[in-house]
């Protein structure tokens, strides 16, 4: 009897999977800032759905951190404070490090270089278009390659755990810098070298950390009395 294969389809996204992709992209486009309230009835209005979707898209969006919950006042967009957000970038720099040293270290494996190349290629295509959002899916993209060649099921469980998108989205990093990194980067992987693109990787991130000090405190979590105006502060 000869064997038989069960192809599976990917299912198309649901209306509540549109609005989470919508609101993400939204940060990044500014049509959503940080400490944004969300009210159901405009997403409603907006979106074209019933609440019932709506609410599943909060859902989601809180338990991504994307969003916070409040009692009585709703949810509204995340919005860190500077520590918080250099925290983010601390964490950051370790995996991005880690992972591109392992992946220079396993680059020769497999299709991982052809793999790496059509990534990289993707996003240095967009070098004159980085304000774009498909420049943010490309370097997204870039840094999927990278976590997935290197092998760390840690990492890639991990990273869109912390919620870096939520500091991206308003920072605006030097271009050059930005591409200058995606190189140096690029080029210490492809030629197997991992104590090189373990550097390298960090020092980007280290470049977005420089570009975080440099934002005003009215980008950032508003204090009262001292004190952070926040019910959930912890990471």
């Not at 944004?36 to 907006?46: G, N």
């Not at 991130?205 to 926040?230: E, K, S, T, V």
Request: proline residues 3%; without cysteine.
């Amino acid at each position: 009897m000869a064997g038989s294969s069960v192809m599976t389809e990917r299912r198309p996204p649901s209306s509540s999977d549109l609005i989470v992709r919508d609101v993400v992209r939204g940060l990044y486009e500014g049509r959503y800032v940080a400490g944004q309230r969300l009210a159901e009835p405009d997403l409603m209005h907006s979106y074209g759905v019933a609440r019932s979707t709506v609410r599943e898209a909060i859902k989601r969006l809180v338990a991504e951190g994307v969003l916070e919950s409040h009692p009585f006042r709703g949810a509204q967009i995340r919005q860190f404070s500077r520590r918080q957000a250099v925290n983010v970038l601390l964490v950051l720099e370790l995996m991005i490090g880690l992972a591109a040293r392992q992946a220079a270290e396993r680059i020769g494996e497999d299709d991982h270089r052809a793999q790496f190349q059509e990534g990289l290629e993707r996003l240095l295509a967009l070098e004159d278009a980085s304000d774009s959002f498909d420049f943010v899916r490309a370097r997204n993209h870039f840094y999927r390659t990278m976590t997935r060649i290197a092998g760390n099921e840690e990492i890639e469980r991990l990273l869109p755990s912390i919620q870096v998108h939520l500091v991206r989205a308003h920072l605006r990093l030097d271009r050059k810098q930005g591409f200058a990194d995606y190189r140096a980067i690029a080029r210490a992987i492809l030629a197997g070298e991992p104590v090189r693109a373990e550097e390298a990787g960090r020092a980007h991130i280290a470049h977005i950390a420089d570009a975080l000090d440099a934002m005003p405190d009215a980008g950032f979590a508003p204090r009262r009395n001292g004190r952070l105006d926040l019910v959930n502060e912890d990471i």
